[in-house]
């Protein structure tokens, strides 16, 4: 089991840059796929990134690719999303996640692990 809590949410203008972070407990997190998902009021919660186990493949939505970029470190069982050139529109709870299916990390994490997520708010 996994368990999964983010932080370096926060409030900043558009344009403007944030780091997420997500600790993860249990020694087999290195054996997890992981992601970040994002849910904005009155929508569906959304892939934004995911990372293979060892970080060497990641996978991007459009609408974040080229401004975001996700990391992993095994040793320390943090993920990352580095997050620039940061839109109004990407202000949203974002959620870390950890899967065993690439599919599924990449998709919806169906019957995956989630943290509690991280309020990010762009203002214009």
């Known amino acids: 089991q996994v368990q999964l809590v983010e932080s370096g949410g926060g409030l900043v203008q558009a344009g403007g840059s944030l780091r997420l972070s997500c600790a993860a407990s249990?020694?087999?997190?290195?054996?997890?796929?992981a992601g970040w998902f994002r849910q904005a009021p009155g929508k569906e919660r959304e892939f934004v990134a995911a990372?293979?186990?060892?970080?060497?493949?990641?996978r991007y939505a459009d609408s974040v690719k080229g401004r975001f970029t996700i990391s992993r470190d095994n040793a320390k069982n943090t993920v990352n999303l580095e997050m620039n050139s940061l839109k109004p529109e990407d202000t949203a709870h974002y959620y870390c996640?950890?899967?065993?299916?690439?599919?599924?990390?990449?998709?919806?994490?169906?019957?995956?692990?989630w943290g509690q997520g991280t309020q990010v708010t762009v203002s214009s």
């Open positions: 249990g020694r087999t997190f290195r054996s997890y796929l």
């Open positions: 990372i293979s186990l060892s970080g060497a493949n990641t």
């Open positions: 996640a950890a899967s065993t299916s690439w599919l599924r990390i990449t998709t919806t994490n169906d019957e995956g692990y």
